[in-house]
């Protein structure tokens, strides 16, 4: 089904072991693919034309703070591609341990559209002595033109994209009590959730203001993504789940991985499912929800290289034909595809 069919450099360093570190959006009417990646304090932004199946040209953010005289490097924590309704093209979201910055992914420059430090975002949070955790941005998503950052608290920041280059800040969403581990939103349906490192799931109202209900997992949650009002969990042990936004039930549960999940991608238009590891293994599945046909997760795909320990894998288009896998300390990003098998006449 998919074969391996090239292996695209970094500019320089390699891949960081960070979950999530692969983040991608596709533009369907202009046949563009943007992919992001966090290499040490550097964001790499690749693009290519799908159509045309043109290399990958790339660009570098280097994330850096002025400290006094000197310069201090940031530790960046997420990464994410988002496009908000009220623009042309996706902008790049850099969550770090202390500031979360916003560049546009078409006209890449070091200085940010917009900035906000985690400790002005973060203002009402007082830590608690002695149990507090060092402060970190942990999944990116959009809804509309709301841009949703995850920390280490347990809120949600709020930026709100009101044009191509004007941003502003809204109230945090306040609903988790512990550290966010990822939030996904399906474009389609407009539905939003969230996931905690406690295992709890905040489904969010349209738009996202409200909690229109909650699933508690039991799950060490390290992922999830959203397809056809189900949410798709990757949990710290390798288990994989399936729950129904509309009645919060648990559908299906597989035991896909040895190692924990590092992501969890979806193909809307062919309903394939994508999910990775540390054990080095990648699955592609695609979900049937349609009656009258049983609810089935049914397998289509899968490679291994145990040496490897993929911190992302993400399909490039919407059809789900074509991926890209990151591995922890890789230079390259490992290109997948569907290739057509021509027939053989019958002698």
């Not at 546009?104 to 002005?120: C, E, H, M, R, Y």
């Not at 608690?128 to 998503?141: E, M, Q, S």
Request: some cysteine; hydrophobic content about 40%.
């Amino acid at each position: 089904m998919f074969e391996k069919v090239k292996e695209v450099a970094l500019p320089q360093g390699t891949v960081s072991p960070w979950p999530s570190n692969l983040a991608v959006c596709w533009l369907d009417t202009r046949n563009i693919t943007y992919v992001a990646v966090i290499q040490s304090n550097n964001i790499h932004i690749g693009s290519w034309d799908n159509k045309a199946e043109t290399e990958v040209t790339w660009e570098t953010i280097q994330t850096s703070e002025p400290v006094s005289i000197t310069e201090k490097i940031i530790d960046v924590t997420s990464v994410g591609l988002v496009h908000p309704n009220a623009r042309n093209f996706p902008i790049v979201i850099v969550g770090s341990t202390r500031f979360i910055h916003v560049y546009d992914a078409k006209k890449v420059t070091q200085k940010p559209l917009f900035s906000i430090a985690l400790g002005v975002a973060l203002r009402d949070y007082v830590p608690a002595v002695g149990k507090d955790v060092g402060p970190y941005c942990r999944g990116v998503t959009c809804n509309d033109n709301a841009v949703l950052v995850g920390t280490h608290t347990g809120e949600i920041v709020v930026i709100m994209c009101n044009g191509d280059s004007n941003f502003s800040s809204r109230k945090n969403l306040k609903e988790h009590r512990c550290a966010i581990t990822d939030i996904a939103t399906c474009r389609y349906d407009e539905i939003t959730v969230s996931a905690d490192s406690n295992g709890e799931l905040i489904i969010w109202q349209k738009p996202v203001k409200g909690v229109n209900s909650r699933v508690i997992t039991k799950q060490h949650i390290n992922v999830i993504n959203v397809l056809r009002k189900q949410v798709i969990v990757g949990t710290l042990r390798g288990i994989v789940q399936y729950y129904s936004v509309t009645t919060g039930d648990l559908m299906c549960e597989i035991n896909a991985h040895s190692r924990p999940v590092n992501s969890v991608s979806v193909a809307p238009e062919s309903a394939y499912v994508l999910t990775s590891s540390e054990d080095g293994t990648f699955i592609v599945s695609k979900l049937h929800t349609r009656k009258p046909h049983a609810y089935q997760v049914e397998y289509r795909f899968s490679d291994s290289d145990p040496s490897n320990v993929i911190m992302g894998a993400q399909f490039t288009n919407g059809r789900g034909s074509a991926i890209a896998i990151a591995a922890f300390d890789s230079n390259v990003l490992v290109m997948y595809k569907i290739i057509k098998k021509t027939a053989v006449p019958a002698t």
